[in-house]
């Protein structure tokens, strides 16, 4: 967690990460790294097939290896996936206690809206 929020400090700016809770920060976290569409893919494939090698997922997907790893890279800072070397590949899948976490907070989000309570313009 400690790298995590190190990684997301460098990119927001210390001064002003003390002024949300640690809830804002990591939904922003997570919010982030599925900001990509091939991010969602990703995850979508992972999610499909409960485990993947990195291999299987270029195969899968129209990007190449290089673009692939730096999406697995992202996904895996913010804590959403973690991979295990076998041998001579890396084998991805969900961290789904995070995963948990990062699904409660989205919904915790969208929740807070009631469509009944609409004062707006």
Not at 47 to 72: A, F, N, R, Y
Request: a positive charge; glycine letters at 4%; one cysteine or more.
């Amino acid at each position: 967690m400690l790298n995590i929020n190190r990684i997301f400090t460098i990119n927001m700016g210390a001064s002003k990460l003390t002024e949300y809770t640690q809830k804002e920060i990591n939904l922003a976290k997570y919010a982030k790294a599925l900001a990509h569409p091939a991010r969602v893919a990703i995850v979508k494939l992972l999610l499909k097939k409960q485990t993947c090698i990195c291999g299987t997922i270029v195969d899968e997907l129209p990007i190449s290896q290089s673009t692939v790893s730096q999406h697995l890279k992202e996904l895996k800072n913010a804590g959403l996936i973690k991979g295990e070397i076998e041998g001579a590949a890396v084998c991805y899948c969900i961290d789904e206690k995070e995963w948990l976490f990062a699904q409660s907070l989205i919904t915790g989000l969208f929740d807070k809206h009631s469509s009944n309570n609409l004062k707006c313009c």
